[in-house]
């Protein structure tokens, strides 16, 4: 492939509505310093018109179908995704693009980071997600590594060719959130290569603290908990459980030390311990003094929510559309 190589790409945005959010994205993706792309804009119904996008009504349907309407209209070799309370980085494609070189490269990501203008309560979320409480998982929040291979990467930056998308039956469109995780995981099953970059940045809202932050976090712990369960691969894997064992052993902790004196000692030592470590972490998140007690809550709540579900996505027999 030549060094000037800039194949034709869709960014595809699915969408409910036309939202000042979704304005935005669309405004972000007009200015991007890419010259071969075209939009599609994928909301329920089509009302308006939008200069210089494609619109797609699709009717009420899942993000995942939204992703599937988008691919099959595209006229692009890449497929780009970007939510809609997302915009981009103007050199996002740019950026992305070169790691296409690689013949073995099918989809390449990079972090979502919390927007400057987020409110005070959308930032504390921002900070608890890229807090390293999160472990690996902080990285799809902030840009921390220059690029490494990746198994999930998620859906609000998410370039790919049509052709692997195709491939790996595109994108399942019963389970939301989690769509993602399933995709990559039928695109390293074709033995393709997902890539995570510093550089392929897009700027995602995000709910605020605490109970639109809390109910997205339990979402996420169900459908991750189900998919360990149903499909492993990559749920099945040790960060995904560590919240959960960390609930667990807490309340098996409380249980026992009601029966042993020595036991309920040993367990508040390590509860401290966990308070002190959060507050670590929330202490090299936060510069500003008003978001350090909402920022240490969070993470806490964080881990209990998601290890709550997690548990419940692991007794669930099938989830919900």
Known sequence: MLMGWQPLVSVIIPCK??????KDCVEYCKRLDYGNCEILLLPDSGLENVDGVKIVPTGSVTPGAKRN?????SKGEICAFIDSDAYPRR??????????????????????????????M????????????????????KAKVRY??????????????????????????????GEDTLICFAIKRLGKKLIEALDVVVYHHRRPLFKKHLEQVWRFGVHRGFFAKKYRGNSFKLIHFAPFLFVSSLFAGLIISMLNSLFMHVSLMAIMAYLIVCLIATLLEVREAKLVLPVWLGIIATHMFYGA????????RDLKR
């Open 91 to 120: 050199d996002w494609l740019k950026n992305a693009i070169k790691h296409f070189k690689d013949p073995h490269v099918a989809a390449v990501g990079g972090p979502g980071v919390t927007p400057g203008e987020d409110a005070i």
């Open 69 to 73: 309407i988008g691919v099959a209209r």
């Open 17 to 22: 509505e036309v939202d000042h959010y979704t």
């Open 122 to 141: 959308q930032k504390a979320s921002g900070h608890v997600l890229s807090s390293f409480m999160t472990g690996n998982l902080s990285n799809r929040y």
């Open 309 to 316: 579900a997690f548990l419940i996505g692991l007794l669930r």
């Open 148 to 177: 490494f291979e990746s198994n999930d990467i998620h859906a609000c930056n998410f370039i790919a060719w049509k052709s692997v998308l195709i491939a790996a039956g595109g994108w399942n469109e019963k389970y939301w959130p």
